[in-house]
């Protein structure tokens, strides 16, 4: 589903990602953890097309295609959607419109029939229970005055309703209490699919114990330096990221040269 | 310096060639201002004395008056000889003879607004005979709101048919000399509506000028009075979302609202005029006074507007809170693209005591719009008691826009509580991410954030004219984005 070979990007002239490879099947769980400011981020924004990253160098396919050549919009209707770390506000917009807007141009782009409005809440409505909140939520503008978590769940939310095909959460379990970890959990847990790819970035373990990735990888200076199945991110968790660096394959040798 | 621009001297010894009499029985005057402009007009109209009196009067103060210069906005100088200032109604002559000769963004304008073909040729001011659907309904209407004793009636017809309620309070609200444009209107108004609501009857549907048989042709210089006596209420609808195109490059219209005690008047506009082209060319400058009296005590008076077109506005829609505990608000959402300028604002002038004023404003700037939010609270020294809250937030979109704000404040009672919001903001990198992550393109996500930025505005206009609005607002904010 995607294939991710030797990536590298900027911000301004600073490099971030130093040569990612990653290759990701339909229906795997990857997660990928990394001390702060090693470039996860940066890595989920570049798959999603934001533009204060530049790609220097490398190629990403997703579904075969040429996942650079495309438009933020087009990656998202091809079914590429990404949970931010730091969910955006928008004031005056309700939440009901903006993610009814959003299905209907992604079913419009599928040649699907727009929803209209009876129809579409009783959609929300039932993805709303998977994610335990309150339907005056709906009626709120986005993200406005909503706590950390509920930003979070809101955008789980919104990857329920859009179901997309490859789906990158960004620090997603930060800032959630345990029972709305367990409540998102449960939800990406249902979104697993066969046909469904999951990125997860995370700091914690923890997550991890609710959602079980299929490998796990570690980032550091904008490298994977290290990929494994689940147990890796139970040494990480014990032994923190200096054991890896420790091993000869850490942040001095990757840092760009200045 | 040709005979057309003329001096002063020239202006007042200016006199037709052809007679007096032959002009009246003409389909247009020819170009060009003079006391026997304003005779024609009257005669033409067959107005009672005291109106061409008072037209005369104020053609004298214009002529000794000089436009505004303190407005920042910036036009070459207007001939006012080289100006036809009466031509029969439904004269097209000087129109496009097709839609081939119209402005094709113009008419892609119209497509994206959902506009029925054969409406389009009407707005786009194309000659055709048109049988309008709104006929009908306006005479349905028009027996409903006569049973309720309501005048709803063009501005010409309330002369014939009710001279003593114009004679009464024309020039009340903005007197003939209030300022240059006021004046001129005043000398030459063409025609307009007339509204008066009887004491104690709250009319019972949206006036709206649309469905006023023959508002089409109202001309350059539109005069608008509306009365609400004693208790009484009206909700009224001016414009439409539909870009109009009109010959006629300068518009100096006069809106006057009376609020006799207790009673309520709001009034909606949505401007849409021809803003020119992407360069600016051939847009329509809007000069317009509009202003309100809340004459008598517990009256209220709501301005909200949503300013799309023209290439040049000139507007400040004010309320004179004259009664005690009378209530002023003015909602505005104002956008600029392209080469578009505007100077808008309010003027909240509390006089009575315990009076209460509210003002939002929001400013779109996008392309090389430029606009200024120009507002005056004024409270006088009897106004004890009186409040106003003032919101003024700009959203700028791209580098090459501009926006200003010019608040005036006149406290001279001590007891008085203004408050004064200002913002200015860029539109986010980060908003327009996200929205075009879960699927939109960038121009429905600058439109659906730009709605939300003006929503408490929206949610002051009458139902169908907010979803329109809101349509027409990302309409008119294609390609700022890119
Ligand atoms: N706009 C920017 N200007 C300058 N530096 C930037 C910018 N955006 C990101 N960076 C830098 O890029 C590096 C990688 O940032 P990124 O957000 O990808 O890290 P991260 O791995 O997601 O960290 P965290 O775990 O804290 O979320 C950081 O050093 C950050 O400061
Ligand atoms: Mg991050």
Redesign the interface.
């Known amino acids: 589903m995607l294939i991710i070979k030797d990536l590298h990007a900027s911000v301004g002239d600073k490099p971030i990602l130093n040569g990612i490879n990653l290759e990701i099947k339909a229906g795997e769980i990857h997660a990928i953890m990394g001390p702060n400011g090693s470039g996860k981020s940066t890595l989920s924004n570049v798959l999603?097309?934001?533009?204060?990253a530049t790609v220097t160098s490398g190629s990403v396919l997703y579904q075969g295609k040429d996942l650079l050549a495309l438009?933020?919009?087009e990656?998202?209707?091809q079914g590429i959607?990404?949970a931010?770390q730091y969910?955006?506000?928008?004031?005056?917009?309700g939440n009901v419109?903006?993610l009814k807007?959003?299905?209907n141009?992604?079913r419009k782009?599928r040649g699907l029939p727009e929803l209209d409005a009876l129809d579409f809440l009783a959609l929300v409505k039932d993805k709303m229970k998977l994610m335990e909140m309150n339907e005056s939520m709906l009626y709120r503008?986005v993200n406005e005055g909503f706590s950390g978590g509920e930003k979070k769940r809101n955008e789980i939310l919104?990857m329920a309703v859009?179901e997309p095909k490859l789906a990158i959460l960004d620090e997603t379990d930060s800032g959630l209490d345990i029972d709305a970890l367990k409540i998102v959990a449960n939800g990406v847990n249902s979104l697993r699919a066969e046909d469904r790819a999951m990125i997860l970035v995370t700091h914690y373990q923890r997550l991890l114990d609710y959602i079980k990735p299929d490998f796990v990888h570690v980032l550091v200076g904008g490298k994977i330096v290290r990929s494994g199945g689940p147990e890796l991110a139970h040494e990480l968790e014990k032994q923190g990221y200096a054991w890896i660096s420790d091993e000869g394959t850490g942040v001095a040798e990757v840092q760009p040269k200045s | 310096m040709n005979n057309t621009t003329s001096t002063l001297e020239g202006i007042i010894s200016q006199e037709y060639q052809h007679g007096f009499e032959t002009l009246v029985e003409a389909d247009a005057l020819p170009r060009g201002l003079s006391e026997d402009t304003v005779r024609v007009i009257s005669a033409k109209k067959n107005e009672p004395e005291f109106l061409l009196e008072w037209r005369l009067s104020a053609y004298r103060r214009w002529l000794e008056m000089t436009p505004p210069e303190w407005a920042s906005v910036h036009y070459p100088p207007i001939d006012y000889q080289d100006i036809i200032y009466y031509s029969a109604p439904k004269s097209q002559k000087d129109g496009p003879k097709s839609l081939d000769e119209v402005d094709p963004e113009l008419l892609k304008t119209y497509e994206k607004l959902g506009i029925p073909l054969h409406e389009r040729a009407i707005l786009a001011g194309v000659a055709v005979d048109a049988v309008f659907d709104s006929v009908s309904v306006a005479t349905t209407f028009k027996d409903k709101l006569a049973e309720k004793g309501i005048i709803f009636c063009s501005f010409s017809e309330a002369v014939q048919h009710h001279p003593e309620l114009v004679r009464q309070y024309l020039g009340s609200v903005v007197p003939v000399q209030d300022n240059f444009y006021a004046a001129l209107n005043s000398a030459v108004f063409s025609d307009g509506s007339f509204v008066y609501i009887p004491p104690g009857v709250r009319c019972p549907m949206e006036l709206s000028t649309y469905f006023r048989i023959n508002a089409k042709n109202t001309g350059q210089f539109e005069r608008t009075l509306i009365i609400a006596d004693r208790d009484a209420y009206v909700s009224y609808l001016e414009g439409c979302t539909a870009p109009m195109r009109d010959e006629n490059q300068l518009h100096a219209a006069v809106v006057e609202l009376v609020a006799l005690e207790n009673a309520q008047i709001k009034y909606s506009t949505v401007q849409n005029w021809y803003p020119g082209d992407k360069e600016g060319r051939g847009g329509i400058y809007n000069f317009v006074t509009k202003r309100g009296d809340c004459r008598g005590a517990h009256s209220k008076i709501s301005w909200t507007q949503v300013e799309t077109g023209s290439a040049i506005t000139w507007k400040y829609p004010s309320v004179i809170l004259r009664g005690d505990h009378s209530v002023g608000e003015f909602y505005s959402v104002a956008l600029t693209n392209h080469r578009q300028q505007a100077d808008t604002g309010t003027k909240m002038i509390h006089m009575g005591k315990n009076t209460r004023s509210t003002v939002v404003s929001k400013g779109i700037s996008a392309g090389y719009g430029h606009q200024a939010y120009r507002g005056l609270v004024r409270i006088a020294r009897a106004a004890s008691g009186a409040r106003n809250y003032t919101q003024c937030d700009s959203l700028l979109l791209g580098d090459k826009c501009a926006a200003h704000t010019f608040p005036y404040i006149e406290v001279k009672n001590a007891s008085a509580k203004v408050e004064h919001e200002a913002s200015t903001s860029r539109i986010?990198?980060?908003?327009l991410?996200?929205?075009?992550?879960?699927?939109?393109?960038?121009e429905?996500a600058v439109s659906?954030?730009v709605?939300?930025?003006?929503?408490?505005v929206f949610k002051e206009l009458p139902m169908e004219f907010a979803v329109e609005a809101q349509k027409l607002l990302g309409v008119s904010l294609e390609g700022s984005v890119g």
Do not use: T, W
């Not at chain 1, 969910?87 to 917009?93: D, L, R, S």
């Not at chain 2, 986010?428 to 908003?431: I, K, L, R, V």
């Not at chain 2, 709605?451 to 408490?456: R, S, V, W, Y």
């Open positions: 999603a097309g934001r533009e204060n438009a933020i919009e990656r998202a209707r959607f990404l931010f969910p955006v506000e928008i004031p005056g917009v419109y903006l807007a959003a299905l141009a992604q782009h503008s919104q859009l | 986010g990198e980060d908003q991410f996200f929205c075009r992550q879960r699927g939109l393109s960038a429905d659906m954030i709605n939300g930025f003006c929503k408490e």
